[in-house]
């Protein structure tokens, strides 16, 4: 049965899902009961915050320069955004021609949840459509732990979905601030295909479809589901997850290294807000396209 957004409201306390939440819940369901079901925000007062409001700055001024403003006495203030410019100016990533689009938000209705995308710059022409993204720090080792990031997968899921483009014309195209002087490798590019769309596609239903249920255990009094510790999640070689704690999962570790929060949670959890006109009430809204 097909669930309206309205009868949803009624016993759906998350309706509206980015991809920080997607990463979230699919690490661990419980931290995301934790932080936006029991609203426990752990990113607040942490020392990660200082890099990450500089590149929430960033972004900024990347979208203001986008519509030719001016920005140099800004950037001049800020030390490492004026490196993270000079390293842009120099390595800029590849780039199709098209129409530019600067935090652009494209959404889209699943299985009752509002999915929602902000782009950091979308280039479109008659053949092809790129997303782009900015990261202040380094390439990940791995370009897979980036191909199966939510935010690779919904970006691209939600462009193929609301839009006319075939899932082969659309690609997605990460920047990385941290890595000026491997000039090149400073990108990274995913195309995208129709196989990769269908399974995106049943995976996100799979969770929506979970996230429904547990959201009504959770009303009834039930927790969400903790990963094992075999996962290895609640304690890393980077840190520890900041609900340790809550979860009853607290070690014996004293060392400063295992009382930091793993920067991946922090990043997830402190996302930029949504777009606050985007109607809960409302029908899908189609983006312009
Ligand atoms: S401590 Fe472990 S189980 Fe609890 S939220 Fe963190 S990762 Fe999940």
Redesign the pocket.
Known sequence: MVVSPMQQQAYQPIWQLSQGQLNLLT?????FQ?RYLDQIDPSLGLETQSHQRLGTQFHQLMQQQALGLEIQPLIAAHPPIQTWFDSFAQFPPPMIRGEHLSEYHRWGWLEGYLLVAIYDLLILNPEQAQVLDWKSYARPRQDIELRQNWQTRLYLYLLAETSDYAPEQISMTYWFAEAPELGRANTLTFAYDQTLHAQTHQELRGWLSQLRDWCQAYARGEDFP??P?T?Q??YTAWG?????N??Q?EQQQTTKLARQVAWADIEAIAELALDPEVNPMGEAQEPLL
Do not use: E, G, I, Y
């Open positions: 690490s661990c369901p419980r931290k934790h903790q990963v510790l996962a999640q609640c520890c997850c900041p609900f340790v809550r979860c999962r």
